[in-house]
């Protein structure tokens, strides 16, 4: 059972370094930022099954932490740096 | 606990490539970035030397060091980033400028 | 033009080539460290029962090591004076902050205290403490703020100024007591050591929240009876 | 083994974001990858056995450097475009994209 826990950890570890590619490539800025927000939301799921996987209760306080902050990145970027919605492309 | 001296040696690689980025970049912001990127690959050291025995518990010393670091750092990021916003205002440039060339 | 550019390339390359040298350095020092040294792990194993508290990391940071983290409040004061000191930036004209922000503030923020009230409490014998929940609560004074929420001008002077230094102010005077009943400087002694501790963490909770929330801010909020 | 590969892509992972978010010429770009930097770092603690220092690292890493690093960047291009209408000399960099 802990072999799978952490078979599943690496996999979402996995997806998240797909995730990566979106932040380097995504056209705009609410791309890169949301990619990172997908960043946050895997980790959740990551340190729960490694919670579960080493049997360390802790790790569940660290992913609560995690999911209740995400929001006030989400929130920071949404207030001040998304200045204009529609035109905002980067230039490379 | 075989991933010891992974982890260290990343600590090592991130401390000299903070200190590339910081000595190549003249934007202020990319500086406390690099600078930040330095204090990591420091405290992954120490974590990953306090993990480092097998037979016991990892080292509380360590730890506490860092956790009191970590919030150092973010402090001293804030003050850095409002003295960068200030030069900014002040000079209208986003480095320091050296007053032998300019 | 082209010369300057040649001895920037060269120059960049003697810089890479200088930080190859310093990373093999330091790494191999890093590979020569013996792992099996005790360390100081064993001693703070052996003393917790005299700490007040049964997490190693806790004991350390509020007990055995409490300086470190006297001094450490002590930089993140001097931190925000430098801040305030520089005084105000300019205000960034953003967007009104609409119903979902506020409807999420309100929802979210009193999620955030909770958890940084339990993970004070649970800071006495599990991961977690002063430093961890005081950053919980900076971290919703940020969102409040991004929110549109503003603090009233009449909790802005005074009071602000109280809590902000409360946090040193209570464990130098904790420390000064235990001088004045005959234990040495921030030493606890261990009848009362947990309750002096939780009582330290406590009120260094709300001082680091508050510190680290103005550190967000940027500027001193105004003081005055209007505006 | 597996605890290997999770490691080696772990510590991969990092040192490929930290040298992007050090060198790539977009400012956002940068902030974003430093930003998911500090999310990683959270799985390198918890690898490490350092529950509290992963704990810390997710409060201020996840929600307080981001914060702060997205606001300080807006006031800049703020600054950079006040001082491009009052017509001073257009060496901001604020957009040194």
């Known amino acids: 059972m802990q072999t799978l826990y952490f078979a599943l950890a690496l996999f979402l570890l996995l997806n998240l370094v797909a995730g990566m590619w979106r932040v380097l490539r995504g056209p705009t800025v609410a791309d890169r930022m949301l990619a990172a927000q997908l960043f946050g939301t895997t980790s959740v799921a990551i340190l729960l099954l490694l919670a579960q996987a080493e049997n360390v209760a802790a790790l569940r306080d660290v992913a609560l932490v995690f999911a209740l902050l995400a929001a006030v990145t989400a929130v920071a970027f949404v207030r001040r740096a998304w200045t204009d919605p529609e035109t905002k492309h980067d230039a490379n | ?102 | 033009m082209t010369d300057n550019r040649k001895t920037g390339k060269a120059l960049r390359l003697l810089l890479v080539s200088l930080l190859c040298a310093i990373a093999a350095w330091l790494g191999y020092a890093v590979l020569g460290l013996s792992l099996s040294h005790v360390g100081l792990g064993q001693l703070v194993g052996a003393n917790l029962e005299a700490s007040g508290v049964s997490h190693p990391v806790t004991a350390v940071l509020l007990n055995f090591r409490g300086y470190d983290t006297l001094l450490e409040m002590g930089v993140l004061l001097v931190a925000l004076l430098g801040v305030w000191s520089l005084g105000g930036m300019p205000d960034y004209d953003e967007s009104s902050p609409g119903p979902v922000l506020d409807i999420l503030s309100r929802l979210l923020i009193p999620m955030l205290m909770l958890v940084a009230g339990y993970l004070l409490w649970v800071g006495a014998h599990a991961p977690g403490g002063a430093f961890q929940a005081g950053s919980v609560l900076g971290a919703a004074g940020v969102l409040m703020m991004l929110a549109g929420w503003r603090l009233d001008s009449r909790f802005a002077g005074l009071l602000l100024r109280v809590v902000m230094v409360s946090g040193l102010g209570v464990f130098v005077m904790v420390s000064t007591a235990m001088l004045l009943i005959g234990n040495g400087f921030l030493e606890f002694s261990p009848p009362m050591a947990g309750e002096l501790i939780l009582l330290i963490e406590a009120v260094a909770t709300m001082s680091i929240g508050a510190t680290l929330a103005a550190l967000f801010l940027g500027s001193r909020p105004a003081v005055g009876p209007d505006k | 083994m597996l605890h290997w590969a999770f490691d080696s892509l772990l510590g991969l992972s990092l040192l490929w974001l930290a040298w992007r978010a050090l060198t790539s010429p977009d400012l956002f770009k940068a902030i974003v990858l430093f930003i998911s930097f500090g999310l990683l770092m959270s799985l390198a603690w918890v690898r490490l056995g350092a529950p509290d220092v992963a704990l810390a690292e997710a409060a201020i890493g996840a929600g307080l450097t981001g914060a702060l690093l997205l606001a300080a960047l807006a006031r800049l291009e703020s600054i950079g475009e006040a001082g491009r209408q009052k017509g001073s000399i257009g060496e901001t960099g604020a957009h040194d994209r």
């Open chain 2, 1 to 102: 606990m075989s991933g010891v001296f992974l982890y260290a040696l990343l600590g090592v690689g991130l401390f000299v490539l903070g200190l590339y980025a910081l000595i190549i970049h003249a934007h202020l912001l990319r500086k406390i970035l690099a600078i930040n990127v330095m204090g990591t690959g420091v405290f992954l050291v120490l974590v990953a030397l306090a993990a480092g025995n097998p037979d016991a518990p990892p080292d509380p010393v360590p730890h506490a060091m860092v956790i009191t670091g970590i919030v150092v750092a973010v402090s001293a990021t804030a003050l850095a980033l409002i003295l960068m916003l200030k030069v900014s205002v002040a000079t209208g440039k986003n480095h320091l400028s050296d007053s032998t060339r300019d």
